[in-house]
């Protein structure tokens, strides 16, 4: 980025588009009328052109000349605007746009564009789109972690810089606003995309699906997570699934059962530690304390939510509450100590379900002491 | 001693051609080409045989001929000229059955090459990224060319355990794309506008003609059984290919694009199946990995590839907005396009 600079407004009458430098631009220039190169009418002696770092000297008052008014040769409309003139306005917005080095900013945008427009991108075999990832999803979800959330992350250094690794997470709020907040610090803090497995559902419903895939995301199932954890990728679960993210507001920070712990059998046979992730603050954002069980079986989902503020409020109901966020990655459980074949024994992996489990809510509730009060 | 190869399914384009250059190879002694109607074009060194694999002629032929190696291409996705799905349900599974009945009563037979499709695994929502070979579709398909497949691999399997002494290799191909190619895809492909499912953009994967081809040759030289999964390296998305074919798309909810399938069906215009609404609602992935290991096949074309050869024979030229930005590109002039190809590549890819 370049630095923040001070845009003068106003031009005292000279031809030029108040950038405050010392000679107008190419631009200006042609639009004031040919003859009008830039005379020395003034006692500042003129500067090079685009030089915008350079400020002219504060104890140096420019003394004004009077000039009659301006004018252009072209009175009538018919003449127009020869190309070379389009060209040259355009430069100077873009100038103005993209700053000094515009030149090259605005060709790796035009490159940008024109790969999406021609679909000359790459895709991996899961449907993830590193590009639409980063510069859409992750760079809109950046004021909703920093600025509404105010997400304070604790434990980053127990993120593997590299290999893969299964990040297993509580669920909550309603919403799985948690999996898109988690995605986005793990890309802020490490730089590497988080690959969320999500339930059928999501794969079902329109517009959330595409999204999902192109998000990182694919399907919660044994043959995904072993397929993308061998591949060397930084894997999220949320083991409680929807009857932790639909959970009672009465029922916060209370984990619910690990599924059937295939999460760990995953990372048991691929020989991958096990992050456990503790999330704060979720529960609160939408407080579920109803549900329409007639009408979620008629849609086909899970719960239908019902809020203090939804559906009371419609879409204004559907604003998550601004609740305070605390995020601890706690120390990796290794599984590559365990035997061969150890996947296949259910003793060991109910074994380590609890041990993530009895982790995870250990250090919700030591987060839950520190947090002041919910909103900040 | 060469083979002597029969070849079903000659009548249509992709089997003559391929009847043709595995007459042309060496180790092969004669192909013998067997279908209902006789081929459009020229068959070069091919025995036409008219014969209906629906009758017990087949076996006849196939004694006579002293033929070793079957290669059983005649399973068709559409009834297309055919007539009703009656027709291509009983041209699918009378003519498989009869085939592999005749082929279980001669003796001299060593080989049997199954062409089938990655169509077998279904779509749904709930399938996983990419199929394996042993995987099994996650609902099991109720009719259509899908149950047609999926029964003919299963009187294939049964062929196999009453002839252990046959090596049997399927080959599970996804979409076929190319020039010369006539499936519901391409004249999916081949339609103006483009209808797609409103809010889903499948993942879909390619194999080129010529790598059709080339793994059907390797499959009758190689004689390695098993099923495989074919298909080039890679996936893409239903959004990037139309983009690559620069057609517009009409995103339509999901029951309107069966509707409007059908009436494109009734006009004649694209031979849409029912299967492939689920195609391009959830799309689909197959592993290839033991296609590489077991068979030792490597495919050509990725499957992008094989899209850019497609749809640089059907495709439109730039758009209005493509040709702005590309004219744009070059106003900027020599260290834009440097720049730009440098933005390609320092695009992290995760």
Same mark, same amino acid.
């Given at each position: ?370 947090? !002041?009060?919910?909103?900040? | ?79 297309? !000229? ?35 499709? !990655? ?183 990725? !499957? ?47």
């Amino acid at each position: 980025m370049a630095d923040a600079e001070v845009i003068p407004i106003g031009t005292g009458g000279r031809p030029g588009r108040g950038t405050g430098n010392a000679r107008p631009s190419k631009a200006s220039r042609t639009l004031a009328g040919g003859s009008s190169r830039p005379k020395s009418r003034r006692t500042s002696k003129p500067s090079d052109a685009g030089g915008a770092d350079e400020t002219p000297d504060p104890g140096e008052i420019p003394v004004r000349e009077t000039r009659p008014p301006t004018t252009t040769e072209d009175r009538g409309p018919t003449s127009g605007i020869t190309p070379s003139e389009w060209l040259a306005a355009f430069q100077a917005g873009a100038g103005q746009v993209f700053g000094n080095d515009w030149e090259p900013r605005l060709a790796e945008f035009l490159a940008f564009l024109r790969r999406r427009l021609t679909g000359e991108y790459e895709v991996d075999q899961f449907g993830f789109d590193p590009e639409v990832a980063e510069r859409l999803l992750l760079a809109s979800l950046r004021p909703l972690a920093e600025k509404w959330f105010r997400i304070e992350v604790r434990g980053t250094e127990n993120i593997p810089g590299e290999g893969g690794a299964l990040v297993v997470s509580n669920h909550s709020g309603t919403l799985p606003v948690d999996t898109l907040m988690t995605l986005f610090t793990i890309h802020e803090q490490t730089g590497r995309f988080l690959r969320p497995l999500g339930a059928d559902l999501v794969f079902r419903m329109p517009f959330v699906s595409s999204l999902a895939r192109k998000g990182g995301s694919t399907l919660a199932c044994n043959e995904d997570a072993e397929r993308m954890l061998t591949g060397g990728e930084l894997v999220g679960v949320w083991p409680e699934g929807f009857k932790g993210i639909g959970k009672p507001f009465t029922e916060r920070y209370k984990l619910q059962r690990f599924g059937r712990g295939g999460f760990v059998a995953a990372a048991l046979r691929t020989g991958v530690p096990i992050v456990p992730l503790s999330v704060v603050g979720a529960e609160e954002i939408y407080p579920l304390i109803g549900n329409v069980p007639a009408l979620a079986r008629l849609l086909g989902i899970p719960y239908v939510p019902i809020t203090p503020f939804f559906p009371w409020l419609g879409p204004l109901g559907m604003v998550p509450l601004p609740s305070k966020w605390l995020m601890e990655f706690g120390e990796p459980i290794r599984t590559d100590e365990y035997d061969e074949g150890a996947a296949d024994d259910p003793m060991l992996v109910f074994n380590v379900t609890d041990q993530v489990r009895e982790t995870i809510q250990q250090s919700l509730y030591a987060l839950l002491v520190q947090r !002041s009060s919910v909103w900040r | 001693m060469g083979k002597v190869v029969l070849v079903t399914g000659v009548s249509r384009d992709l089997g003559r051609r391929f009847a043709r250059s595995l007459a042309a190879e060496a180790g092969v002694d004669r192909v013998v080409g067997v279908d209902a109607v006789p081929p459009q074009r020229d068959i070069g060194d091919v025995t036409f045989v008219r014969a209906d694999i629906r009758n017990p002629v087949i076996a006849k032929v196939i004694a006579k001929e002293d033929v070793d190696t079957v290669v059983h291409m005649s399973v068709i996705a559409t009834p297309g !000229s055919t007539g009703g799905r009656g027709t291509m349900k009983e041209l699918n599974i009378i003519g498989t059955m009869q085939l592999l009945a005749a082929c279980q009563k001669a003796p001299g037979i060593r080989n049997l090459v199954v062409k089938s499709t !990655s169509t077998v695994y279904g779509a749904s929502s709930r399938d996983p990224a990419m199929f394996t070979e042993d995987m099994e579709p996650r609902r099991q398909p109720s009719s259509g060319y899908a149950k047609d497949v999926a029964e003919i691999e299963g009187y294939v399997r049964g062929f196999g355990r009453r002839r252990p002494d046959v090596r049997v290799t399927t080959l599970r191909l996804a979409n076929v794309l190319g020039p010369h190619v006539t499936s519901p895809t391409t004249s999916y492909f081949r339609l103006p506008v483009i209808p797609t499912v409103l809010g889903f953009d499948p993942r879909l994967q390619f194999v080129h003609e010529r790598d059709l081809m080339r793994v059907l040759t390797h499959a009758v030289h190689s004689e390695i059984p098993g099923t495989y999964n074919i298909a080039g390296d890679g996936v893409m998305l239903l959004s990037q290919a139309v983009r690559r074919l620069r057609k517009p798309t009409v995103p339509l909810v999901r029951p309107a694009v069966g509707a409007v399938a059908s009436v494109l069906k009734s006009a004649r215009m694209a031979d849409f199946s029912p299967e492939q609404l689920g195609f391009l609602t959830f799309g689909r992935g197959i592993d290839t990995t033991r296609m590489r290991e077991d068979l030792r096949f490597e495919p050509e074309y990725t !499957s992008e590839q094989t899209f850019c050869d497609f749809a640089a024979a059907i495709g439109g030229g730039p758009g209005p907005v493509e040709r702005a930005v590309d004219g744009l590109s070059a106003a900027l002039g020599e260290p834009a396009t440097a720049l730009s190809t440098a933005g390609v590549t320092g695009v992290p890819h995760g």
